[in-house]
């Protein structure tokens, strides 16, 4: 059977099969057939129909420059045509010269079997490295098939197309070649028995992190992700020091060909430092908090009410907001991602998971490392591959990792850590803005004691905070410092942060300690040194969000800080800003333990919803905690 017969065989036939099984049924028949199959399918030139770009809807050509600045203010933002007013920012979704027009075609699927194997996945955000008081900058993030990558090699990169109208995203926007990455890993113990021989290895997708800067702060905009092929005048990727991304713009004609593309999906940036959405939008800030979420079926009620809370943003009216709450603009997601453990197909699982719901595409997801995204690797003796190449968080600077030996593990185990961790910035720690709150994301795994390189960032970090524009501080790591629960209750990553981070916590009125870790739920009144004090911090565990709920108390009766506190339910938290003074604080509960789970009988009669007071603006003799609302 030649190509085209096959092709259109598995064409046809695909139509009978579920989404999945027939981009595997494609990616099959690319294996089988070979690179250079694949090649005669994709290649315009084999059309036996006289073939012409204007023709052909996968084929534009851009006019366009890559900004190559390598001074002065970033070359990330848009510029005008006026190289002397290279520092005035341009809204993206602008419609003039400095935007790039795509000459008013929009690009159509590719009917062939490369726009199904080869289309992005997994895509997702991240709030970008770049805020200040008119714009802002958000990563989008997406992946291509192993398969795909190997076939095109260097002559395929990956793209946004992004735009303030739906029908003109008239911007494409590339990464650096330093935000292309794949990774191979050894295959666990487990998987390696039930391998075909000579297979050994776990080979990862292509994944691209596309930081798009000059949005304007609080705005929508939308966007898809494409995979291009360039064409004989060759895309000219060029790195700067300055730039994080190229944007085409008028100048050299370039030509380049869309393998395959996503569907269109939108985000909203977030508000300036210091402000709050503006009209239309016109609305408080809502964070989720989660951790230790994995695939389960528990996970899936976690992440399905995590979407029904997310559409609830689509209705803006106040009646709405006022009886119903309003939708999840930012998710904080404290560690122990995917429960993979070094098994990457795991990794992909949980991705998967994560696509079937339109919030992942929509949300920026900022994650904390858990212990169980280390992923060791026991032959190759690397860390984090999977944290540090499917994710792009707003780093610092590049991460650091130097290779773990087997000792820093308890008895072989690789899940338990048993000190600190060679890997420092990238993803490990980092911080950013989200309109009047501050974000420290830390690392429970890599050194934070005094000295430390992640010590001595946080100082900075708290010291430079400025509280009149970001007046809420928000804190988030994987362990916790307060637990009511015995499990790891006694590791150094527990004690050490409560000898050393603790105190700078309260010199400088974090407002909120977020982590997971513990397998349960719990909330404590304002804390410092083990008593209730106006101006400590709250300490929250949101480590019930779908791997288990089943952690035994340290004590039958809860200690004198703890508020709230329940090992039966899953489920995640909500933290509602509404002004500088005042939060509010819920826990969603998802699904509770059944027959079939090993865990606690529910308590269905435990809630927690209730109003916060800043502590930045109490007085020490004052009592913080507003009264509770119903649920």
């Given at each position: 059977m030649n190509l085209h017969c096959l092709i259109t065989s598995a064409t046809t036939l695909s139509k009978y099969l579920p989404e999945m099984t027939a981009i595997r049924l494609y990616i099959a028949i690319v294996v089988l057939l070979g690179v250079g199959s694949v090649a005669d399918a994709t290649s315009p030139t084999t059309s036996s129909a006289v073939h012409s770009d204007a023709d052909d809807r996968?084929?534009?050509?851009?006019?366009?420059?890559?900004?190559?600045?390598?001074?002065?203010?970033?070359?990330?933002?848009?510029?005008?045509?006026?190289?002397?007013?290279?520092?005035?920012?341009?809204?993206?979704?602008?419609?003039?010269?400095?935007?790039?027009?795509l000459h008013d075609v929009t690009p159509q699927y590719n009917s062939g079997h490369a726009a199904v194997a080869c289309r992005p996945r997994h895509v997702h955000l991240s709030v970008g490295r770049n805020q200040n008081t008119t714009h802002?900058?958000?990563?989008?993030?997406?992946?291509?098939?192993?398969?795909?990558?190997?076939?095109?090699?260097?002559?395929?990169?990956?793209?946004?197309?992004?735009?303030?109208?739906?029908?003109?995203?008239?911007?494409?926007?590339?990464?650096?070649?330093?935000?292309?990455?794949?990774?191979?890993?050894?295959?666990?113990?487990?998987?390696?028995?039930?391998?075909?021989?000579?297979?050994?290895?776990?080979?990862?997708?292509?994944?691209?992190?596309?930081?798009?800067?000059?949005?304007?702060?609080?705005?929508?905009?939308?966007?898809?992700?494409?995979?291009?092929?360039?064409?004989?005048?060759?895309?000219?990727?060029?790195?700067?020091?300055?730039?994080?991304?190229?944007?085409?713009?008028?100048?050299?004609?370039?030509?380049?060909?869309?393998?395959?593309?996503?569907?269109?999906?939108?985000?909203?940036?977030?508000?300036?430092?210091?402000?709050?959405?503006?009209?239309?939008?016109?609305?408080?800030?809502?964070?989720?908090v989660l951790g230790d979420l994995a695939t389960r079926s528990h996970s899936r009620e976690t992440v399905s009410k995590l979407e029904q809370n997310r559409l609830s943003s689509e209705d803006n009216t106040t009646d709405y907001r006022l009886h119903h709450g309003q939708g999840i603009d930012c998710i904080l997601l404290a560690g122990d991602i995917a429960y993979a453990n070094a098994d990457h197909e795991v990794w992909d699982s949980w991705m998967d998971m994560m696509s079937d719901y339109d919030f992942f595409k929509m949300i920026p997801v900022q994650?904390?490392?858990?212990?169980?995204?280390?992923?060791?690797?026991?032959?190759?003796?690397?860390?984090?591959?999977?944290?540090?190449?499917?994710?792009?968080?707003?780093?610092?600077?590049?991460?650091?990792?130097?290779?773990?030996?087997?000792d820093l593990f308890h008895h072989g185990d690789k899940k338990q850590v048993k000190d600190f961790l060679p890997y420092q910035y990238g993803n490990a720690f980092y911080s950013f803005t989200f309109g009047p709150s501050k974000h420290i994301v830390l690392s429970s795994y890599s050194s934070f004691l005094p000295g430390s390189v992640q010590y001595e960032w946080l100082l900075s970090e708290l010291k430079s905070t400025d509280r009149s524009i970001t007046p809420w501080l928000i804190v988030m790591l994987h362990c916790p410092i307060y637990t009511t629960f015995d499990h790891h209750h006694d590791e150094i990553f527990i004690t050490e942060a409560r000898i050393h981070l603790e105190p700078i916590f309260v010199e400088y009125v974090v407002n909120f300690v977020l982590s997971g870790h513990i397998h349960s739920y719990m909330r404590t009144v304002p804390t410092a040194n083990s008593t209730a004090h106006p101006r400590g911090p709250i300490y929250i565990i949101q480590g019930n969000g779908g791997r288990q709920a089943n952690e035994p108390f340290m004590n039958e009766v809860p200690e004198e800080w703890v508020k709230v506190r329940d090992h039966s339910m899953y489920g995640y938290g909500t933290l509602e800003l509404f002004n500088i003074t005042h939060a509010k604080w819920r826990w969603v509960k998802t699904g509770y333990n059944n027959a079939n789970d090993k865990g606690y009988q529910p308590e269905f009669g435990i809630n927690d919803n209730v109003w916060i007071s800043n502590q930045l603006y109490v007085a020490n003799d004052e009592y913080l905690e507003g009264e509770s609302v119903s649920s």
């Open positions: 996968h084929l534009h050509r851009w006019r366009s420059y890559i900004n190559r600045r390598t001074t002065g203010t970033s070359a990330d933002a848009l510029y005008t045509d006026d190289d002397e007013n290279d520092d005035a920012l341009n809204d993206i979704d602008s419609h003039d010269a400095s935007a790039v027009p802002t900058s958000m990563t989008v993030s997406f992946s291509v098939r192993s398969t795909c990558s190997r076939h095109y090699a260097d002559s395929a990169i990956g793209a946004v197309r992004v735009g303030g109208d739906a029908q003109q995203m008239s911007t494409l926007v590339f990464g650096n070649v330093d935000d292309v990455r794949s990774y191979n890993a050894t295959l666990s113990a487990k998987k390696l028995k039930h391998a075909k021989q000579g297979i050994t290895h776990y080979f990862s997708d292509v994944h691209f992190h596309i930081e798009i800067d000059g949005l304007r702060s609080g705005s929508r905009y939308y966007y898809e992700c494409l995979y291009l092929q360039e064409g004989r005048q060759n895309l000219r990727r060029v790195q700067t020091h300055n730039a994080s991304n190229q944007y085409l713009r008028h100048g050299d004609d370039v030509q380049v060909k869309i393998i395959a593309q996503s569907d269109h999906s939108t985000f909203i940036t977030p508000p300036s430092p210091g402000q709050w959405y503006a009209p239309p939008l016109d609305r408080t800030l809502k964070f989720a994650i904390a490392i858990g212990n169980h995204d280390i992923d060791y690797d026991s032959t190759t003796l690397e860390i984090g591959l999977a944290y540090e190449n499917r994710f792009r968080m707003p780093q610092v600077q590049p991460a650091i990792r130097s290779l773990a030996p087997n």
